[in-house]
């Protein structure tokens, strides 16, 4: 047994080799340790986890343990605690509400203005896929570039630096429209920024008091800008105007996205917490004993993180299927107009809205482990008999129903992550999960588009379906949620 000292300091640093210490008892940081170096005795012992309370206008505190005698070393991690004003929680809120509008409405034109670009370019369905193959590279950068981006430069400033990448893909798009490599490099922009945000939002939301109801209001927001953006394009397309100039509104939403984020994220940081209400960690290293993994290196070997991740892979790629490509489907089999088969892609995305807002109480009230395998297995019918119907019609019914029906498979993955990841994990974890599910949002477009080429729009019909029962079977694999100790 030996003792220690902790000297507390600002700002906070992030932790990465983790080991666990005893319970402490009655040795509280309080205020007078952020204006000068306190020293706080006890003796660990190894093999529990170590909390200490704090005081509710704690902001961050970051501590080291040193023991000579035993080398030992400990990171004390303080996530804030100050109460954040309403005015600034509600603005926060507001910031990601518009950011995932901004992130729908340019995610959901892409189906609509795919025929145009084909035409302007002279390409192949194969070819023009290569713009969700341009989305998926910039999800993977998120993927294993976000984590410490965002333990070296904050989580307000990552947000703001996001929003600048959208800015800048956005204004490629709207200048030009004569260079198809250009503009997959603006969509590979794009998608970096929108996948980086995802993540973040989705660690921040979930730890918000009444986090599934309104992680349920926060990807709605998404799929009303999906809504939108088809029928404002095909207007556009319908009328002589250049598609390009379709950007200019995107550009339009993405100035104030920015500026609120600023305003929210990084003015409020320095002052209040960035992530509410978690407790304060003792974290162990011991030289003396092998260390354990990072935040990101454990999230990529954690079964939880890759079962949710391939889920919303297979989720991500049904729903952008569809949104990508009903457009070319209807226009070729079902005989429809420009704006017509723009209805169909909105009705998607109205159908997600719908159900994002409405049926999150519904899946608490089942359980979502059983709901969303029932949901599973109606779309699969719904998807079956748009493909079987040769009427416009019955596919636009059962395209809009599919929608709804699969509308709160995101945010109970999420939600999900949420419960069953250590905390320590949340923002690397969920970032992850969002990021792999995203990127199933290129790839399986990319694939049908590749097979279209050769066999026919048809295919997209069946290759959904499949993604149906891919979805069944890994959400049959996600473990039970089982109360944490952390």
Not at 146 to 157: A, E, L, P
Not at 242 to 256: D, K, R
Not at 434 to 454: D, L, R
């Amino acid at each position: 047994m030996s003792s220690v000292i902790v000297e507390t300091r600002l700002p906070v640093e992030p932790v990465t080799n983790i080991v666990t210490l005893p319970k402490i008892e009655d040795h509280d940081l309080d205020q007078a340790s952020l204006d000068s170096p306190k020293v706080l005795a006890f003796t660990p012992e190894e093999g529990d986890i170590a909390e200490v309370s704090t005081p509710t206008q704690l902001p961050f505190v970051d501590a080291t343990i040193v023991d000579s005698e035993t080398n030992v070393k400990v990171s004390i991690q303080a996530p804030p605690t100050a109460a954040v004003p309403s005015r600034l929680q509600y603005t926060r809120e507001a910031a990601a509400y518009l950011s995932f509008f901004l992130a729908g409405y340019n995610g959901g034109v892409t189906g609509t203005i795919l025929p145009t670009i084909e035409r302007a370019f002279h390409l192949s369905y194969s070819s023009v896929s290569l713009l969700f193959v341009s989305y998926c590279v910039g999800y993977l950068i998120t993927a294993f570039a976000s984590g410490r981006i965002i333990r070296k430069w904050g989580f307000g400033n990552v947000l703001v630096g996001s929003g600048f990448l959208m800015m800048l893909g956005i204004i490629i798009n709207c200048a030009q429209r004569s260079s198809f490599p250009l503009m997959c490099f603006a969509f590979l922009v794009i998608g970096t920024g929108y996948s980086t945000q995802l993540g973040m939002c989705n660690s921040y939301f979930a730890t918000l008091p009444r986090s599934f109801l309104k992680m349920g209001a926060l990807h709605g927001t998404y799929c009303f800008g999906a809504f939108s953006s088809p029928l404002i394009a095909s207007t556009f397309i319908a009328r002589g105007i250049p598609y390009n100039l379709f950007y200019l509104t995107s550009l339009g939403l993405c100035i104030p996205s920015v500026a609120i984020f600023y305003l929210a994220f990084v003015r409020g940081e320095a002052r209040y917490d960035t992530i509410p209400d978690e407790e304060v960690l003792v974290i162990v290293a011991s030289s003396a004993q092998r260390p354990m993994k990072a935040p990101l290196k454990e999230a990529l070997t954690s079964v939880e993180v890759w079962t949710l991740a391939i889920f919303l892979f297979f989720y991500v790629g049904a729903e952008e299927s569809i949104g990508g490509w009903i457009v070319s489907y209807m226009l070729r089999l079902r005989g429809g107009s420009t704006e017509s088969a723009a209805w169909v892609a909105s009705g998607l995305y109205l159908g997600l809205a719908i159900g994002r807002v409405t049926l999150p109480v519904l899946n608490l009230l089942v359980g979502e482990r059983r709901i969303v395998l029932i949901y599973i297995v109606i779309a699969c019918a719904l998807q079956a008999i748009s493909w079987a119907v040769s009427s416009f019609t019955a596919t636009a019914i059962a395209t809009a129903l599919v929608g709804l029906t699969v509308s709160t498979f995101y945010t109970a993955s999420i939600h999900t992550a949420s419960k069953l990841l250590p905390r320590r994990m949340h923002t690397s974890g969920m970032t992850l999960i969002s990021s792999i599910g995203q990127s199933g949002s290129a790839v399986f477009p990319f694939i049908i588009g590749v097979i279209s080429n050769k066999k026919g729009i048809w295919v997209m019909q069946p290759s959904v379906i499949a993604l149906f029962v891919g979805q069944f079977v890994c959400w049959s694999l996600v473990p039970k949620i089982a109360r944490r100790s952390d």
